[in-house]
């Protein structure tokens, strides 16, 4: 199995690190990875034709969240052979976010970082562009997708997701920006501070401030295999960016309470006004049905609303690592 990963590696033969200063990287790039052997190769392919042109010191750290099919063999192959290549794996599957935070972590970069999913949806040829925005002084360049070749339920959830965090969250997220970004070093210190369990890392750039631009282009449609995110990660994301950054839902609650205490004494006018005036009365059955429904809605929808953040809080204060490393290679070393 080791053999077969050997592909991987530069095909000039000889690696050239003699840009990089004292071995450190002026830029890295950061990639979660989960199980994607089949997108792997194309990857690190393009990814070392970049680090041989470039004129600056590049590094690509690649965290393994748990695969399981041959990406973890590849990648600790891969680390082992070119020194560039700064490979995490992490204990089981923690999910992306944690993922790219473990490998925020670690990542070396002077400059900053180039973050970037595995799937080449987003493609790392753009760091020459971003990196020039950074250089004008911005700490954070993020990616605007303007168009996306996904399915159109796809397309059509994330327009209306976008849309709906930017009108009720308390900080000014851009619309149509995902995780793919350059990000200085400043900001990057900043974030690995932060202890937040339930991460949603556009939101928690964008909070940090500082200097931000973006930048627009096409996300392409993924090279081999299926999306990782599932419909069920994708709602979690969602839900850490609406009750991580707004207060919206709970206070959705109090005016859904005022609005239903408002609806109740209409409708109790209402009822009194047939009794005294038309002589007529609403039966008891159905008016009953009808107020049991409106309150059981309302405070179980509360409940709900209640029990997400405090689900927050739980976790949070159980003070856990979010991440646990089970190897890390570096500069072709086994650290752990």
Not at 127 to 136: D, I, S
Not at 220 to 231: N, P, V
Not at 314 to 322: M, V
Request: aromatic share 12%; glycine share 8%; charged share 25%.
């Amino acid at each position: 199995m080791a053999e077969d990963c050997l592909f991987l590696t530069s095909k000039k033969g000889n690696i050239d690190i003699r840009r990089m200063t004292n071995g450190i990287p002026q830029v890295s790039f950061v990639i979660p990875v989960y199980n994607e052997e089949s997108n792997l190769p194309t990857l690190v392919e393009r990814l070392i034709k970049i680090m041989d042109q470039s004129p600056i010191s590049l590094e690509a750290v690649l965290i393994d969240d748990g695969s399981r099919d041959n990406s973890r063999a590849m990648l600790k192959q891969l680390a082992l052979v070119d020194p560039r290549f700064h490979v995490v794996l992490l204990s089981r599957n923690h999910g992306h976010q944690l993922a790219l935070t473990a490998g925020l972590s670690v990542a070396r970069g002077t400059e900053g970082v180039f973050v970037l999913d595995g799937d080449l949806q987003d493609p790392p040829e753009l760091l020459e562009e971003f990196y020039a925005k950074h250089l004008e002084g911005y700490e954070v360049v993020y990616a605007i997708r303007e168009k996306r070749k996904e399915p159109w339920y796809k397309r059509m959830a994330y327009f209306i997701f976008y849309r709906i965090l930017k009108k009720i969250a308390n900080v000014d997220i851009p619309l149509d920006s995902g995780d793919f970004s350059f990000i200085g070093r400043k900001v990057v210190n900043i974030l690995n501070q932060m202890p937040e369990e339930s991460r949603f890392i556009r939101g928690m750039r964008t909070w940090i401030g500082f200097k931000q631009i973006g930048i627009s282009y096409n996300r392409q449609e993924r090279a081999f295999g299926d999306s990782k995110y599932t419909f069920s990660k994708l709602v979690q994301l969602a839900l850490n960016g609406i009750f991580n950054f707004s207060e919206f839902p709970i206070k959705f609650v109090s005016s859904a309470g005022f609005l239903a205490i408002a609806s109740s004494l209409l409708y109790f006018f209402y009822v009194v006004i047939k009794k005294l005036f038309i002589g007529q009365v609403i039966e008891g059955f159905t008016s009953l049905l009808f107020v049991i429904i409106l309150f059981g809605g309302i405070q179980l929808l509360a409940i709900g609303i209640l029990g997400e953040y405090i689900l927050r809080i739980f976790f949070q204060s159980k003070n856990r690592p979010n991440y646990i490393i089970d190897q890390e290679i570096c500069e072709g070393k086994l650290l752990k």
